[in-house]
C-alpha cells in the first residue's frame, strides 16, 4: 500500500503554529466537516453492514466490536449506546479494546500492536456464524483490530471493517469494507480528529439502521426504549401519545401497564386488550409495531363491521 492517507500532510498545515487562534479554529473545524462529508461515498457499504448486522441479531447474534486508540472510543460510545437508546439487550452487545477498560484512564499505544490477545479475546467470545465483529481502524492496519477480525472471520462470524485508507488490510479481509475517505488531518496522523470524526458519523448511520431494520424505529421515534430514569420515562410518554394518538394521561396508564416498555403501551393505548395481547401482537409481527397497529386496527374495524 502507498502513502497512508491518513498520515499524509495537510495543504493548509503549513505555518500553522503561527496562525492566529481564530484562523486555526476555522481550519479545524472545515477540516471536520470535509472529513464528515466522506460517508456520502460509503452509503452502500454502510447499508449492507446495518442489514448484516440487523440480521445478526435478529437471528439471536451478537455484535462484538473491535478496535484500539481513537477508533475504539468512537466504537464503545456506540456500543454503550444502544441498549438505552434502542432497547437492545446488553448481553447482545460485546466491546473488545485494546488493553482492556483500563485503557479508558491510560490509552497507551503498546495494546494495539497486540493481534494475539486480540485472537484470544474474540475466541473466548465462542463466536457463530449468527455473531457479526465489527473492526475499526483509521490506517486500517493496526493489529489488534485486524487480528480481531482474522479470529472471528475463522469462528464464522459475519465481519465488517471501518478504516480510512483504500487497500488497507483491515479492508481486505471484511465481508463488508466501509472505506471513508477522509482528507488529510490537519495535524498529519491525528486521526482522532477527521477519521474519527467520520467513523462515528458512520456507526450511527449502521446502528440507526440496524435499528429500523429491526422494528425499534417507528416515524422517528425510538420505540423500542424501556424507561429506567425520570427523562425516559418523560419520553416515553410523549411517545406513546404521539404514536397512539392519546392524551398524556392515557400513555402514563399504558406505560404502568407494560412495566415501561413503550411498543406495548403504544399497542395498549390503540386499543389492545392488555400487556398481553400487546406482546402477542408485537410477536406475530416480528416486533415490528407498523403491522402489530394494523392488525389491531383490522380487528376494529371487523368488530365495527359485525356491529
Known sequence: MGEKRTEAVHKDAAGLDRQAPEIVLRLLA???????????????AIAEA??????????????VYAAAGSSGLMALADALELPGTFGISRDR????????MQALHHLAGGPEDDAA???????AQKLSANDCLIALSASGTTPYSVGALEEARRHGA?????????????????????????PPELIAGSTRMGA?????????????LMAIHLGHVHDGYMVN????????????ARIVAAVAGCSPAEAAKA??????????AILIAAGAANADAARRLLEDAGQKLRPALSRIGASAGSRQNRA
Open 158 to 182: 459475519a465481519t465488517i471493517a471501518i478504516a480510512n485508507n483504500a487497500g488497507s488490510p483491515l479492508l481486505q479481509l471484511a465481508d463488508t469494507a466501509i472505506l471513508l475517505a477522509t
Open 196 to 208: 474519527g470524526t467520520a467513523q462515528k458519523i458512520a456507526l450511527n448511520m449502521v446502528s440507526t
Open 30 to 44: 472545515g477540516a471536520q466537516v470535509e472529513a464528515a462529508k466522506s460517508v456520502h461515498t460509503a452509503i452502500d
Open 255 to 264: 406505560l404502568e401497564q407494560s412495566d415501561g416498555a413503550v411498543k406495548p
Open 117 to 123: 490477545q486480540a485472537a484470544r479475546e474474540v475466541a
Open 93 to 100: 452487545i460485546v466491546m473488545l479494546l485494546a488493553g482492556g
Open 50 to 63: 446495518a442489514r448484516v448486522a440487523a440480521d445478526c441479531l435478529a437471528h439471536g447474534g451478537r455484535i
Open 225 to 236: 426504549l424501556h424507561a429506567d430514569n425520570s427523562k425516559l420515562r418523560e419520553r416515553a
